[in-house]
């Protein structure tokens, strides 16, 4: 069983460009979360993804947006980078959009916004 | 709103020794409660879950009971040991909501 990759696990960026952080999800999973981690805080949510579309989503403005495959791979995108972006994102898997709270979670991609 | 606050690291203890981490909780309604682990280098995981009042979820020698009345599930375990040194989470997830809410994570370090 393969768990959840994420790719890439480390990156810099200056404020203004954009950033594109991907995940692939464990085996049989269909629904996809992202989380960001800031440093000494616990993550918050900011979308999950089931069967390619939105499925709910946290406090984050619009340059926060994603994608869901059909391979149920995601990707999250943020645009105008600020420099309180910095932080690690977090993707997780699960089966079906009646999220039982059970995730499996990614390593995180660092993000680092000069 | 829905928040978890946990008690405030780091928390260092000697091997066998006994552990608590205090987890309360504010929500509407009857969440879920959960602790998640993460280990250095490695991703969270799930620890053990709660689905409502009184349930104690339980795995690896680690145990929490959902207590409604003071709205708690502080995480305990008899006999900590060295591989149990990571970052422990608290969350909940309200019924019907698809996300967690995570409290800032307690750093446990257990030395030999």
């Known amino acids: 069983e393969t768990g959840v990759t994420q790719s890439p696990t480390h990156l810099i960026k200056t404020r203004g460009q954009q950033v594109t952080l991907r995940c692939s999800s464990q085996?049989?999973?269909?629904?996809v979360s992202w989380y960001q981690q800031a440093l000494g805080q616990g993550p918050q949510f900011i979308f999950q993804y089931y069967r390619e579309e939105e499925n709910g989503r946290g406090n984050f403005p619009p340059r926060f947006s994603g994608l869901q495959f059909p391979n149920y791979s995601s990707e999250l995108n943020v645009n105008a980078l600020e420099l309180d972006d910095s932080a690690l994102y977090l993707c997780?898997?699960?089966?079906?959009?009646?999220?039982?709270?059970?995730?499996?979670f990614g390593e995180g991609s660092r993000l680092t916004v000069l | 709103g829905n928040s978890v606050t946990q008690m405030e690291g780091p928390v260092t203890l000697s091997e066998e020794a006994f552990l608590t981490i205090n987890c309360t909780y504010t929500a509407t309604g009857y969440p879920s409660l959960f602790w998640y682990v993460q280990y250095p280098g490695e991703g969270l995981q799930l620890l053990l879950k709660?689905?409502?009042?009184?349930d104690k979820g339980s795995n690896k020698g680690f145990e929490a009971t959902y207590r409604k009345e003071t709205t708690s599930f502080h995480l305990e375990k008899g006999s900590v040991q060295v591989s149990d040194s990571a970052v422990y989470f608290c969350a909940l997830k309200q019924g019907g909501a698809n996300n967690l809410f995570f409290g800032t994570g307690t750093r446990l370090t257990v030395i030999p």
């Open positions: 085996s049989g999973h269909n629904t």
């Open positions: 997780a898997s699960s089966w079906g959009a009646a999220n039982t709270g059970e995730l499996f």
């Open positions: 709660a689905t409502k009042a009184d």
